[in-house]
């Protein structure tokens, strides 16, 4: 393990909104253009605004804003922006294979002016894709979770909020199941979902293996294991085993692997379905489900009682104490090949700065300064500690930023993508040979071998 050369930054819930608007006070005080063009662009006289014109497509995937049924869905979003940008036409794509079909999409020029970044491009490959949208030492007293996506000093992609990472729940299966008090351990969430499979007619956790992004959520429960802001960036790219017995990466998923084994999942997690699981919760035949917190106001839309849908933190503790992570969504970005880039910018930054977004969604603002979301009410209950990741080591003297990324990609682990995750599922289930610890020894393998691989090359150092 190196020695963190960034002090931690960890804030307690109760204290967060008071830290972030004092934060984001002195920030917009004291902002010198940070995104340079860009924002000047958005925030633009009224005159300025009415003589941006163009036409641009928004491809993204939030699907069920496309609904008229949506309170505020993105008929409405377009309407506010065109109240000040008047001849712009912003069009929407959306899509549910979003990853899929947005990989097709990238091999043309066709992939929208404005987008939500894969969460499976290599930095490296960011500037053949995209505009530079500032300088990252300058967002980064505008913005929150801007601390990746970078290539040198140019960032390439802003997320309009951050997440809660936790798992959505509803209480009322929780009470028929004589649940008091949530749980804070493993043995405790395990415990709790047999009640739930005993009690009641619900089922316990709901993997939506066939919709396999979801099982990505697993991912962002690291850090809650971890205690550390630092471990992922910083830590872990120096580790040649981080899937070994004890290390965050085998605690989490062996929660996942726990649970499908011990049959407190769906029947048939082959035949999942993500749209039509987010109705099941609403109405208590789901108790759990891994998620980020930007699912909860999605869920909480199809509830006839919406208090029923919560969000509970991953039931994990650090002598008795609770953390989880509050990392960003898709990033926002513009594609190099848009025709009409000046108007992609003034939808791109009026959407990060004044469409309150996050807000509505009941989403951490990326914006510094913003008011803080009540979904996360029950962290704060509990005490429980948020990290805002650090990200890679550069300050001038040691530049590690692209490491992880590098041994990630290159290895094929996939700590973003699913695979690894559905080898979990599969062998729980009976249906792959082997054993959890054999998933574990072949990632840390397949990691230490291109660890020592990048080395020799100079790709990245010790």
Same mark, same amino acid.
């Given at each position: 393990?190196?020695?963190?050369?960034?002090?931690?930054?960890?804030?307690?819930?109760?204290?967060?909104?008071?830290?972030?608007?004092?934060?984001?006070?002195?920030?917009?005080?004291? #902002?010198?253009?940070?995104?340079?063009?860009?924002?000047?662009?958005?925030?633009?006289?009224?005159?300025?605004?009415?003589?941006?014109?163009?036409?641009?497509?928004?491809?993204?995937?939030?699907?069920?804003?496309?609904?008229?049924?949506?309170?505020?869905?993105?008929?409405?979003?377009?309407?506010?922006?065109?109240?000040?940008?008047?001849?712009?036409?912003?069009?929407?794509?959306?899509?549910?294979?979003?990853?899929?079909?947005?990989?097709?999409?990238?091999?043309?020029?066709?992939?929208?002016?404005?987008?939500?970044?894969?969460?499976?491009?290599?930095?490296?490959?960011?500037?053949?894709?995209?505009?530079?949208?500032? *300088?990252?030492?300058?967002?980064?007293?505008?913005?929150?979770?801007?601390?990746?996506?970078?290539?040198?000093?140019?960032?390439?992609?802003?997320?309009?909020?951050?997440?809660?990472?936790?798992?959505?729940?509803?209480?009322?299966?929780?009470?028929?199941?004589?649940?008091?008090?949530?749980?804070?351990?493993?043995?405790?969430?395990?415990?709790?979902?047999?009640?739930?499979?005993?009690?009641?007619?619900?089922?316990?956790?709901?993997?939506?293996? *066939?919709?396999?992004?979801?099982?990505?959520?697993?991912?962002?429960?690291?850090?809650?294991?971890?205690?550390?802001?630092?471990?992922?960036? %910083?830590?872990?790219?120096?580790?040649?085993?981080?899937?070994?017995?004890?290390?965050?990466?085998?605690?989490?998923?062996?929660?996942?692997?726990?649970?499908?084994?011990?049959?407190?999942?769906?029947?048939?997690?082959?035949?999942?379905?993500?749209?039509?699981?987010?109705?099941?919760?609403?109405?208590?035949?789901?108790?759990?489900?891994?998620?980020?917190?930007?699912?909860?106001?999605?869920?909480?839309?199809?509830?006839?009682?919406?208090?029923?849908?919560?969000?509970?933190?991953?039931?994990?503790?650090? #002598?008795? *104490?609770?953390?989880? %992570?509050?990392?960003?969504?898709?990033?926002?970005?513009?594609?190099?090949?848009?025709?009409?880039?000046?108007?992609?910018?003034?939808?791109?930054?009026?959407?990060?700065?004044?469409?309150?977004?996050?807000?509505?969604?009941?989403?951490?603002?990326?914006?510094?300064?913003?008011?803080?979301?009540?979904?996360?009410?029950?962290?704060?209950?509990?005490?429980?500690?948020?990290?805002?990741?650090?990200?890679?080591?550069?300050?001038?003297?040691?530049?590690?930023?692209?490491?992880?990324?590098?041994?990630?990609?290159?290895?094929?682990?996939?700590?973003?993508?699913?695979?690894?995750? *559905?080898?979990?599922?599969?062998?729980?289930?009976?249906?792959?040979?082997?054993?959890?610890?054999?998933?574990?020894?072949?990632?840390?393998?397949?990691?230490?071998?291109?660890?020592?691989?990048?080395?020799?090359?100079?790709?990245?150092?010790?």
């Amino acid at each position: 393990m190196i020695k963190n050369r960034i002090a931690p930054l960890v804030l307690s819930l109760a204290m967060l909104a008071t830290a972030f608007t004092a934060c984001g006070s002195q920030d917009s005080s004291n #902002d010198t253009g940070s995104n340079s063009s860009a924002s000047s662009t958005a925030a633009g006289t009224t005159s300025a605004a009415k003589d941006i014109k163009g036409e641009i497509l928004f491809y993204n995937t939030r699907t069920d804003m496309e609904l008229d049924s949506y309170e505020k869905n993105w008929k409405y979003y377009i309407g506010e922006f065109n109240k000040k940008y008047p001849n712009i036409k912003v069009n929407i794509e959306t899509s549910k294979d979003y990853e899929g079909d947005l990989a097709i999409r990238m091999n043309s020029n066709e992939y929208g002016d404005v987008l939500f970044m894969s969460a499976k491009m290599k930095d490296a490959d960011l500037p053949s894709f995209f505009i530079p949208l500032g *300088k990252k030492a300058e967002l980064e007293k505008k913005y929150d979770f801007v601390q990746d996506r970078y290539v040198g000093e140019d960032t390439y992609g802003i997320p309009p909020n951050g997440n809660g990472q936790g798992i959505v729940y509803n209480k009322s299966v929780f009470t028929k199941a004589g649940i008091t008090t949530l749980p804070k351990t493993e043995d405790e969430f395990l415990a709790d979902l047999k009640l739930i499979k005993d009690k009641t007619d619900a089922i316990p956790l709901y993997t939506n293996y *066939k919709d396999s992004w979801a099982l990505n959520a697993w991912e962002g429960y690291i850090d809650s294991v971890s205690g550390s802001d630092t471990y992922t960036n %910083q830590v872990m790219l120096h580790e040649d085993d981080p899937f070994a017995k004890g290390k965050p990466h085998y605690i989490v998923y062996k929660y996942l692997f726990d649970v499908v084994s011990q049959k407190l999942v769906e029947d048939d997690p082959m035949t999942t379905d993500w749209e039509s699981s987010k109705q099941l919760l609403a109405d208590g035949k789901i108790a759990t489900m891994p998620l980020g917190s930007w699912a909860i106001p999605q869920i909480k839309s199809k509830a006839k009682n919406p208090d029923d849908v919560s969000y509970m933190p991953f039931p994990y503790s650090i #002598d008795g *104490k609770m953390y989880t %992570q509050a990392a960003g969504d898709y990033k926002l970005c513009i594609s190099k090949n848009s025709k009409n880039i000046e108007a992609a910018k003034a939808f791109l930054w009026w959407f990060l700065d004044e469409s309150n977004y996050a807000q509505n969604e009941g989403l951490i603002p990326s914006l510094k300064g913003s008011a803080y979301p009540d979904t996360l009410k029950n962290f704060q209950d509990m005490g429980v500690t948020l990290l805002i990741d650090k990200g890679a080591i550069n300050d001038g003297t040691k530049n590690e930023n692209g490491w992880l990324d590098a041994i990630d990609k290159e290895s094929e682990v996939g700590l973003w993508n699913e695979n690894f995750k *559905k080898d979990i599922v599969d062998t729980a289930l009976g249906n792959k040979k082997g054993t959890y610890d054999d998933i574990m020894n072949g990632l840390n393998k397949k990691w230490a071998d291109t660890r020592a691989k990048l080395i020799k090359e100079g790709t990245i150092g010790k």
